[in-house]
């Protein structure tokens, strides 16, 4: 729960957008370009002394693109238990050896990309990780396991946390069946949240007080997401299956996971 290490590089924030995406090039993860700059970009606006929060850092590919983003001044804190459980697609036993694999990983990263010492990490579950931080927090970012009970639990919790006019961000929305079905829950009908838009699966959203008419306005620009959502379940099956020519009949090119 201290600074991940000693820093041997520029300080962070020194650079743009670009800089950013170079120092994440080649680091294990996911989070695609766009959905890089949606995140850096809410990220630089965080105004010190603010607090962004990031749950799953895997190796630290958001992570470090958090800490260049953020301003002087502004705390960025890591949640991941890097416990080998719920890393990612088609990972969700895993083993403590991978857990430990990833903690080295995600430290050797940061000190590389010379943001170590931008970021605490807190290496517990997010369910353990709360008294651990402060809060209002300006910017959460949802990335942890992704079943329908934790990533629920995640929403609603560091949801709540988030000041009034705060983002959070939430990864594999409208991808990930647990996550979206948390979302349908907790974010579609709600007026805690406001959707902003999405890059792929990255959902944002401003924390708000909604009145009932734009509670209907938010839910449906939600639910208009869903023909998406359905799309990518069939590329999943498509995709698990080898039925390869499924994917391509709803226009998916690539054979990566989609997120
Ligand atoms: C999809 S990965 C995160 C990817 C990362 N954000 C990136 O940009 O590459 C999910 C991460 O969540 C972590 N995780 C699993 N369960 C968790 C929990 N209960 N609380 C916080 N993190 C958790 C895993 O250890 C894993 O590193």
């Known amino acids: 729960m201290?600074?991940?290490?000693?820093?041997?590089?520029?300080?962070?924030?020194?650079?743009?957008?670009?800089?950013?995406?170079?120092?994440?090039?080649?680091?294990?993860?996911?989070?695609?370009?766009?959905?890089?700059?949606?995140?850096?970009?809410?990220?630089?606006?965080?105004?010190?002394?603010?607090?962004?929060?990031?749950?799953?850092?895997?190796?630290?590919?958001?992570?470090?693109?958090?800490?260049?983003?953020?301003?002087?001044?502004?705390?960025?804190?890591?949640?991941?238990p890097h416990a080998g459980n719920d890393r990612g697609p088609h990972q969700i036993e895993g083993t403590a050896e991978e857990g430990e694999a990833d903690h080295a990983a995600f430290m050797a990263n940061l000190r590389k990309a010379g943001v170590a010492d931008r970021v605490r990490h807190v290496r517990l579950t997010s369910a353990e990780a709360a008294p651990e931080v402060g809060g209002p927090l300006d910017l959460v970012y949802v990335d942890g396991a992704h079943r329908y009970a934790p990533a629920r639990d995640d929403i609603a919790e560091w949801g709540a946390r988030v000041r009034p006019g705060g983002v959070m961000l939430v990864h594999d929305a409208f991808s990930s069946i647990g996550v979206t079905l948390a979302l349908i829950r907790l974010a579609f009908f709600g007026r805690l949240f406001r959707y902003e838009g999405r890059s792929r699966s990255l959902a944002e959203y401003v924390r708000a007080d909604l009145t009932s008419r734009e509670r209907a306005g938010n839910a449906l620009g939600q639910l208009a997401e869903l023909p998406w959502f359905v799309r990518n379940l069939v590329v999943k099956v498509a995709l698990a299956t080898g039925f390869t020519p499924l994917a391509r009949l709803v226009g998916y090119r690539s054979d990566e996971w989609p997120y």
């Open 2 to 80: 201290a600074a991940v290490g000693e820093s041997v590089a520029r300080p962070a924030s020194a650079g743009g957008f670009e800089e950013a995406l170079n120092a994440i090039a080649g680091i294990e993860g996911w989070l695609s370009p766009d959905q890089a700059e949606r995140l850096w970009q809410r990220a630089r606006e965080v105004e010190p002394p603010g607090e962004i929060a990031e749950i799953g850092s895997y190796r630290g590919r958001s992570t470090i693109l958090l800490a260049h983003a953020a301003s002087p001044g502004v705390a960025v804190v890591a949640i991941d």
